[in-house]
């Protein structure tokens, strides 16, 4: 069975899927980065792996997203490498084909993206401040002492949810701490930090957008179903979080593989862990940029690079026969 397998590194979370031949997903991962994206994507390959059977199962394309799909696809040798924006779409209109808003909230950023015809047509992003972000909740549930997969539940236990100014992170925190310390219900500031944070998205990455039902929200807060019970209640229509939507980014880049024009001559065979992957930063001296180039190395090879803003800065991997 032919199958295809996409990537999705972000700066919180890396996950994983492989699709079969019917867009179906047979193998799923989500773990965290912690820093370290070439590492967290062996331990996600490294899971796929032991989910299915490699000689029934042939990888024949591989796509990859997220901030750190570059790298990834170099360490993968991906068909596919596509913005986030893209691999969002593709998953998201397979899945709902008449879906007219995307709304995304992952560990350290937020986007949102406006569909017509199946098509993005518009989209913003925040990648500036983590106000509202999965990394912001998980700061709170910690300072409340409390697990941050528990919130969502307690949320939906309050009937005053109190007031947070949540538009930064350090007036959140310092409003968090004003209302229990004059007695606010711990499961209302829980509420009103649910409450913040769909107001928040929706005042600034969503500013100016046309949110349109079907409203389809995704990444790693949509599992917060007091967040999702916000947005409802100030969107005033119902909001579609599937059971997969936290692995939208890596089903689209999978999607994508699978349309990729040339697939692979042979499987991949999942064993990344045979080869040491490294970077290395180099500054372009040709011209007054000063580009950064990243280089990533597969042993002691050269196999890709990026950062040059002209052709004068470009490092360019040897061709595969003149390479020792």
């Known amino acids: 069975m032919k199958a295809y397998l996409g990537i999705d590194t972000g700066s919180i979370s890396t996950k994983g899927v492989v699709i079969d031949e019917n867009k179906k997903i047979i193998a799923r991962s989500y773990l965290w980065t912690e820093g370290d994206p070439s590492g967290a994507v062996r331990r996600v390959v490294d899971d796929l792996k032991g989910q299915i059977d490699l000689d029934e199962v042939h990888v024949m394309s591989i796509g990859t997203t997220g901030s750190a799909r570059r790298l990834v696809g170099a360490m993968l040798e991906a068909q596919v490498v596509k ?28 986007k949102i993206i406006c569909i017509e015809n199946g098509i993005a047509v ?52 310092s409003d968090l701490v004003h209302k229990l ?62 059971p997969d939507g936290h692995l939208m980014g890596c089903f689209g880049a999978a999607l994508l593989a699978a349309d990729a024009p040339v697939l692979r001559s042979e499987p991949f065979m999942f064993n990344i862990d045979d080869f040491e992957f490294r970077t290395r930063e180099v500054v372009c001296g040709h011209c007054a940029n000063h580009c950064e180039i990243v280089c990533v190395y597969r042993d002691q090879d050269l196999i890709d690079s990026w950062g040059n803003r002209c052709d004068r800065g470009a490092i360019r991997p040897k061709p595969k026969s003149a390479v020792a």
């Not at 986030?84 to 350290?108: N, Y």
């Not at 999965?134 to 939906?156: D, K, N, P, Y």
């Not at 107001?199 to 600034?204: A, C, D, F, I, S």
């Open 83 to 110: 913005n986030e924006i893209t691999a969002h779409a593709v998953g998201t209109t397979f899945l709902h084909p008449d879906v007219r808003t995307i709304l995304e909230i992952g560990g350290q950023d937020s």
């Open 122 to 173: 518009d989209y913003a992003m925040n990648t500036l401040c983590a106000a509202g972000t999965g990394s912001f909740l998980s700061s709170q549930a910690h300072r409340l002492g409390v697990e941050v997969e528990e919130f969502g539940e307690i949320a939906l236990t309050s009937d005053k949810p109190a007031n947070i100014a949540a538009r930064c992170t350090v007036f959140a925190e």
């Open 181 to 242: 310390q004059v007695g606010y219900e711990k499961r209302d500031v829980i509420a009103g930090l649910c409450r913040a944070v769909a107001t928040n998205y929706l005042n600034n990455v969503g500013k100016g957008k046309k949110i349109e039902a079907p409203v389809v929200f995704q990444g790693g807060v949509s599992k917060n179903v007091g967040v999702v019970r916000a947005f409802e209640d100030a969107l005033g229509q119902k909001v579609i979080v599937d």
